[in-house]
Structures are given as C-alpha cells and as structure tokens.
C-alpha cells in the first residue's frame, strides 16, 4: 500500500500572523530533513510553498500549500498557511484536515492578532499544538517577552521546552530541557545541529526552566504527579511521555527556539513533529454532529469504508481542476471509484498524487489519514465528503468566513468580455469565499471578497492566469430593504389596444419577519376569484420586485406576502397581467409597510499599542463603531467593537495611517441592523440620483 501506514503520518498545520516567518520556516525543515537541496527563501522567489505569482510579487502567502518530507523513518506533510485575515479560509480549510499544529510566533513582536485568531480555530477543531518562536536571530528580540505574550494570550500552559543560546546576531542554539543538552549550529548551514553540555553560564537559568517544566507535566498526568512526589523528578523518558500525552490532550503547548531563515533548530522542531504531535490515529477528527447537534468526532480508521473530504480546490491549466483530500477512513487506490455524498454522482479518482508546493508526485495508494490530491473529477468541489458506496460516513463541512467586501469588476476592453466570467468561475472554483453575482438591477458583474487585499489578489489573477484585464469600481456597501410593520394594497393591471387584452387585479398583504427568514409567501385566497394557475404568477411578480428593491434599489428581504383576494377575467387576463399585478401590488404595500434600510455589521478586533489607543477609539466612535470590550496586551490593547461595514471600508490604510503601521485588525460579519435615518436618506438619495444619471 505504500511506504507509510496511518501511524507513521504527521499532518502538520503552519500557522501564525503574517510576517512570521512561516513559508521559511517550512523550506528551512524540508532543507534540513533532505527534501530539497537547497534552502528556498521567499524573498527570492524559490520557496517551496509560496509559488504563485502573487505570492513571489508581493511577498506574502496568499493560499495554503503543502509539502511532505521523511524524518525519522515518519511522513511529515506541512500545509503552509496564509498569516494575513483576508486569506483566513485558507487556514480554516487546512486546520479541518490537521493532526497538529505549529504555530509560529515571531520573536520580535510577540503574538498578533491573527496569530489569536487561528489560536481559535486550531481550538474549534481540538488540534493539539507546539509553539515555535521564530527569527530569533533578529536584533533586539528577547525570547523571555515572546513566551510571555504567548502566555498572556493562551494561557500558563504554555512551556518552553528550549531555551536560546544567545539572541539577536549571537543566537547560535538551543538547550533541550528534556535531555539538558545543548545543540549548536553553523549560521546559515543546513539545519543539522552539534551536541554538548549545556554552557556554564546558563546552567542556573536551564535549570530553573526545566524546574518549571516538570511541574507542569507531572501536573497534566496523575501517575507522573505521584513519581514528582516521591522522586521530586521526571527522568527524560518519563518527562517525553508526559509532553506528548499532554500535547495530545491540548493540555501543555511546549515551546521551541528558531531562527528558520539560518536553519537553526530545525532538527530539532521535525524531532518534536513526531515525538510530540499525534498521528491520525491519535488524534480524533471531527466528522459530524449528533441528533443534539452535540459534535461527534472519530478516529481514522484505516479498516473501515474508503471516506474523504475535499479541503482545497485549485484550477490548473493544464491539469485542470484539482481537488485536495484528506483521507479519513480506509484506503484509496488509484482508479477507484468514489460517491460524492452532495452531488450523488460516481467520481473515477484517476491521477492519483501527494502534493510538493506546485508539484504532484504520483502515487499508486493513499491510507486513512494521508493527504493527496486528485485531479479532473467531474463535479466535485470543497468541503465535499467523497466515500466508497459501503461507507455511511458524512464528514462534516468546513465552516469558512463570509464575504465582506463588494466591489463591481468590469473588463478594460470588449476583447475580454467573454473571458472575464469563465475566468472568474474558476478562481471561485479555487476560492469558496469568494462570490460573484450579476447585479439584476444595474446589470454590473460584482465580485465580493472577505477584504480589499483579497479581492485585489483576484484582480491580479485575472491578468496573471487568464490573461483578463479589469477594473475595480469603488466597493459597494451590500444594503438591503426591509418592512417594520404590515400593511395591505390592491394591484390592478388592466390594458386594451384593440384584440385580447391584459387584466388582472390581485391583493395582497405584506408584513415583516425575523431576521434570516428571508421571503414566505402564503395563498389564503378560500374560493376562485383568481384561478390557481395564476397565483404563481402573483409570487412571480413579487419576488422580482423585492429583489430589485423597492426603497433604493437594493433586495427586499425578511418578510411574508400574503395572497388575500383578486379579480380575473375570462379572456383577458394571463400569467404575465397577475406578474404585473402582483408586482404592482407590492410596490404599493411596501411604502405604507414603515420600509427601512438595513446594513450589515461587522465584529471587528483591532490590535492597538497603548499610545495610539485614545487616537484609535475617537475615529472609531465616528465612524459610528460600538465598543464591545477591551483585552490587554503586553504593549497594546485589543479593541473588540461592532462598526457598520460602510465606515471602514478603507480602513485598513486609516489605521495603518493611525498607528504608524503597527495597528491591525480581523473583521468579519456579524448581522444586519437599521440605517439611522439620516444616514438612510443620504444613501437613498445617493442611490435614485446615480439611477437617474444612469438613465
């Protein structure tokens, strides 16, 4: 079946803010255990997980990516991920289908907002981690400051296992507290470090911290607890077994020393990768929930009925699309056929391969818990379960962000007409955040993303992969319409020009409903004053009206009509006069309905030093954000609010501009409320004056 069983695999999520060092940190291991030969680095282009062309411009991640490598006769498969909040559903989809994580931490600035964030959906999915403090080679850094952020921010069981030899341009190694011996490394060699005793003047300080470690794991475990008693010591087989139950519990998140860029340490973090974090078998992944909604998690068996969820989609030009899959339960061979649980279509997976950043190395088999990928499936996408037909087993979706940001996307030139929707339609193939509608008012083609920065990446993909030049329009708040109160109203359409005619007369009653019930309409018509073959014309004409909105333009949502009574003739009238009647109707009821604006709120934390605190709080009170709470931090404060997404549209270049670049913030969507009237009344007459130029 392969080289590697269940046990023998480590699925390993990168994660952190942007800035961390992440992508190098994953060359620096795959250089170190001998899958490349030689260190790739970002900044030159060459890294094996940041390969697309966005990526290499702009010096950042922008999608998750994977790489695999040996060490100590185990798979470890790195899934890289984006640091920066726009890019957050790539890090969610690459968690879903994670043993174990490593979250990265820089050196220099300690832990960041997103660095939280993903803290929070490393927990959603119960994924045990270990924390690297990265780029320890940096001037100023203090490696005691890092651990100390990171425990503010996750808690006391946050434990070095390493100490630093030397900091800043000195760093040269680590301690290992666990074999209190010291390993030392050439600067820039090839991560593979030198065994010794532990330098004289650090004796006192090792000591202390490994005083401190083992209490924490002897703390975790009973037995170890009652051996700390009586011997007041864990010996190092005692103490490795104590780390890794209690990394597998999530009850201890041991701490390592690096300096990625300069291989230094990185023999030692793929030692802990598998000494440490769980395989799949250890490590139980959530596949459901019950009756209860309560979640139900299993572990990966490889005896069971084939079963896998798709995680990632990319679009190939050449290979076209291309489906990234965990393996969850038995085995899957090449050329094995699989039921696609949404779609109930039969799927040949063919071409059969393990994921090297932009390579596919070809394989013959994948066992319950690997990663591969497979590509030409006919309709197959993310977050879809794929399973062998004995299999009962539905795995549960990845929950991704939603689109926050609207901008209307039109090509520079007719030429690129026809391609920009095909070209569109396969990047949201790649991308399940990212949407496009066809606005049925204005007929413009809008393109929503979680953010300005991701919606700007697609732009620049668009030119890139397809070759499709387009223009962004100024981002469009996604407003939308709603009735407070009920209100009746009487439509009658009638027309004669000579020949049949048109007649139909319909009443209706329109009335308002909970937030997210979205539009019920109801006959109540007892008796046949209009016919049941044009009552569906009535909803017809309604429903197209509310979408184009009847205030300012924008979708009607959230209410009930009611069909109440109507006239028909027997000649005259047909389904398109009960359209019109219908239509007519609600245009009439709306108005006398108390209609009001709505526009969506947004959750929004941002990371502030203390300084530029009373600066960041007064320019968000007027953009009309409510502050929900505040959570120190070593330096700072995370502002927690609620903003309308109309006032920070560009907020990140005002912050930016606030903080002098050392603000940041995560945004995401939270509900929809009422525009204040006088802000709704600017907006409509905002809206009908742009109509009537447009007109």
């Not at 309409?521 to 044009?534: L, T």
């Amino acid at each position: 079946m392969g080289k590697y069983t269940t046990a023998d695999l480590r699925n390993v999520g990168v994660i952190g803010h942007g800035d961390t060092g992440k992508t190098m940190l994953v060359s620096a291991c795959l250089y170190t255990s001998g899958a490349q030969n030689r260190l790739g680095r970002v900044e030159d282009g060459n890294a094996v997980t940041d390969f697309d062309e966005q990526e290499i411009e702009r010096q950042i991640s922008v999608q998750a990516a994977l790489a695999h490598t040996d060490w100590q006769g185990s798979q470890i498969t790195f899934i890289d991920t984006p640091g920066y909040a726009v890019f957050r559903a790539e890090t969610k989809g690459a968690l879903r289908v994670a043993d174990g994580a490593i979250v990265v931490v820089d050196a220099l600035a300690g832990v960041d907002v997103m660095t939280e964030k993903v803290w929070e959906y490393r927990r959603e999915d119960s994924i045990p981690a270990i924390i690297v403090i990265n780029r320890l080679d940096r001037e100023n850094t203090e490696f005691a400051h890092a651990v100390e952020t990171c425990v503010d921010a996750f808690g006391r069981e946050v434990v070095p296992v390493q100490l630093p030899i030397g900091e800043g341009h000195d760093f040269k190694g680590i301690v290992d507290l666990i074999e209190m011996k010291a390993h030392t490394y050439d600067f820039d060699g090839n991560g593979k470090g030198t065994a010794g005793a532990v330098p004289e003047d650090m004796i006192e300080a090792v000591e202390a911290a490994r005083a401190t470690l083992v209490e924490m794991v002897a703390e975790s475990n009973e037995e170890l607890m009652e051996v700390f008693f009586e011997q007041g010591d864990l010996d190092k087989a005692q103490l490795t077994e104590g780390i890794r139950r209690a990394v597998h519990r999530r009850r201890l998140h041991p701490v390592y020393c690096l300096a990625g860029g300069h291989g230094i340490g990185t023999d030692r973090l793929l030692s802990a990768c598998i000494e440490l974090l769980p395989s799949p078998v250890d490590h139980p992944q959530l596949v459901g929930h019950d009756e209860d909604g309560k979640r139900v998690f299993a572990a990966t068996d490889p005896n069971e009925p084939f079963a896998a969820l798709v995680f990632k989609t990319v679009s190939d030009d050449f290979a076209g699309r291309i489906n990234f899959l965990k393996v969850f339960a038995g085995t899957l061979k090449a050329d094995d056929h699989a039921f696609n649980v949404r779609t109930g279509a039969d799927e040949r997976l063919t071409n059969l391969s393990s994921p090297q950043g932009k390579e596919l190395q070809h394989i013959n088999a994948a066992v319950a818990g690997q990663i591969c990928a497979v590509a030409k499936l006919k309709d197959t996408g993310t977050s879809d379960t794929l399973r062998a037909k004995a299999s009962t087993m539905e795995i549960e979706h990845v929950e991704f962000p939603q689109a926050a940001i609207s901008f209307a996307i039109e090509p520079e030139n007719k030429s690129d007409e026809e391609k920009i929707s095909a070209a569109i339609a396969r990047l949201t193939d790649e991308d399940p955040v990212l949407k496009v509608d066809r606005d049925a008012q204005t007929h413009e083609l809008v393109l929503s993303g979680v953010g300005q920065l991701h919606v700007e990446v697609t732009l620049a993909k668009l030119k890139g992969r397809f070759g499709v030049n387009a223009k962004l329009h100024p981002p469009k708040v996604p407003y939308r319409e709603t009735v407070r109160a009920r209100a009746e109203a009487e439509g009658r359409h009638k027309k004669q020009s000579g020949g049949r005619g048109q007649f139909g007369v319909a009443k209706i009653a329109v009335e308002p409903l909970p937030a997210g019930s979205g539009f019920q309409f109801e006959d109540k018509i007892f008796g046949g004053s209009i016919s049941q073959s044009y009552r569906p014309a009535v909803q017809k004409g309604i429903a197209e009206t509310a979408a184009r909105g009847v205030l300012a333009g924008f979708p009607l949502v959230d209410f009930k009509v009611e069909l109440l009574d109507g006239k028909e003739h027997a000649v005259d009238s047909s389904e398109m006069a009960f359209k019109i009647a219908g239509s007519m109707a609600f245009k009439e009821a709306v108005p006398r309905a108390h209609p009001v604006l709505l526009e969506p709120i947004m959750k929004i934390e941002i990371t502030v030093p203390d300084e530029s605190l009373g600066d960041v709080m007064g320019d968000l009170t007027s953009r009309r954000g409510r502050v929900q709470g505040m959570d120190p931090r070593r330096g700072g404060q995370i502002i927690k609010a609620e903003v309308p997404l109309a006032e920070v549209l560009t907020y990140a270049i005002d912050l930016t501009s606030l903080t002098g670049g050392r603000g940041s913030y995560t945004m995401e969507f939270s509900r929809y409320e009422d525009v204040p009237p006088n802000i709704a009344t600017k907006v409509i007459e905002a809206t009908r004056r742009a109509d009537a130029v447009a007109d």
